[in-house]
Every structure is written in C-alpha cells, then in structure tokens.
C-alpha cells in the first residue's frame, strides 16, 4: 500500500518568499504522485502531477514540483508567494500499481503574509 | 466543459432524516469517485466506480451509507438514517481511465443536527 506524509499542517511565508511544501511517499513500485490546491470553499484543483516522465514537472500558478525516488519526495515549491497561493494543498498518491484509490495527505494549510 | 456537478451545495437536516446527494461527472469520464472531507480525517475515499459498476466500496462507512451510478451521467449518495457525525463535505469527482488526473466537483457541505 502507498501513502504520502506532509508534514507541518500550518504554514506561513511572506509575499514574494520562496513557497516550500513536502511531501514524502511510501511506495514499493513507482507511484503516480499529485498535488491539488483546495481554496476556500471550493473543491480540489490540480496543479501538477507525476507520471514518470520528466522528474521535474511544471504545473499551473508558477508552481512545480521534483520526483527524487532515491528520497522518495516530491515537494512542491514556488519561487515568489503571491497572496493568491493562500490555499491548502494536498499531496496524494496512486495507492498501488493498478489500482485507482488515490490516497491523500493531511493537507498544508499556506498562509501568505504580506 | 462545465465540469464536474454536485448538488445542492448546502444541506442541513436533522438527525433520522434520509440524504441524497448528487452528481454529475464530466462528460465522456469512466471513473467516478465519492469523497468525505473533514477536519479530524482529512480527505477519504468513500467508493468508487467504473462504467458505471462500484469497484471498491471499503471506505463507506457502514451500511447507512450507499451509492448509485444508474448511468454513465448521474450518481447519488444516499445516507439513511443521517446522524451528526455525518456531518462533513462530500466531493465527487471524475476521471479519464483511473489513474488520470481526477477532477472535482464544488462539494456538498452537509450539517446534520
């Protein structure tokens, strides 16, 4: 079975700081990985996924994220915070090869600071 | 498109009382799945389904709960009785073959008293 541990459920960064979000999985094959943005009130919305191409993979809002199997991580980072990225956002993870249950993370809650 | 719908986006009702939640998927998706978001258990998945016929159900809680794919358009999820602990954010979402990126409604936010 595959999970993903995000650690820090509160996180706060100034405007125009360095966004930094991690994202740890347990995988006993290579796994699909995911991050989704949830903003207020709203449901889940993609912002980039792995699917074993290219490790460094480019999503929407100036965000992207680095597949590092031999740290099984994914962090998710954004040069420059935008007081629009004030969100939550999730990791998540195919749970096994060939199956389609997508387990979640806890969730990091970003507060931007202005 | 006009993605993935949910309905109603807000319910209260009171403890004993039936809920059916609804949803329609993006069209052409052959995945559908039902999720339960709250503060204490973060994002679960409830069940899923393909072409329409459940494929894993194990994470419905108990058998108050039960959901539906009468077609390739439409699913409910139905809680009866509803009781307080009930009370959470129900997401659908759809996608294109299972391991796709899955898309998800607004979410129904559900109170029960």
């Known amino acids: 079975a595959q999970s993903v541990t995000q650690l820090g459920s509160h996180v706060s960064v100034s405007e125009g700081a360095l966004v930094l979000l991690r994202c740890n999985y347990s995988?006993?094959?290579?796994?699909?990985l995911f991050w989704y943005v949830q903003y207020p009130n709203q449901g889940l919305q993609l912002l980039l996924k792995y699917t074993s191409a290219a490790t460094l993979v480019k999503g929407i809002n100036g965000f992207e994220a680095e597949f590092k199997k031999s740290e099984t991580s994914f962090h998710l980072t954004k040069p420059s915070a935008h007081m629009s990225d004030a969100a939550e956002y999730f990791c998540a993870v195919i749970r096994s090869y060939g199956n389609n249950r997508l387990a979640f993370g806890k969730g990091n809650q970003v507060v931007v600071i202005p | 498109d006009a993605g993935v719908i949910q309905s109603p986006r807000h319910e209260v009702t009171e403890m004993g009382q039936e809920v059916t939640l609804r949803c329609k998927p993006i069209?052409?998706?052959?995945?559908l799945f039902w999720y339960r978001q709250t503060m204490m258990r973060g994002l679960e998945l409830l069940i899923y389904?393909?072409?329409?016929?459940?494929?894993?159900d194990s994470g419905m809680p108990e058998d108050r709960f039960s959901a539906k794919m009468p077609n390739a358009s439409f699913s409910t999820l139905k809680i009866q009785p509803s009781e307080p602990r009930d009370s959470a954010v129900y997401f659908c979402?759809?996608?294109?073959?299972?391991?796709?990126?899955?898309?998800f409604g607004p979410g129904t936010r559900l109170l029960v008293l």
């Open positions: 389904f393909n072409n329409n016929v459940p494929i894993d």
């Open positions: 069209s052409g998706h052959d995945y």
């Open positions: 979402a759809s996608s294109l073959r299972g391991q796709e990126t899955q898309y």
């Open positions: 995988s006993s094959v290579p796994p699909y």
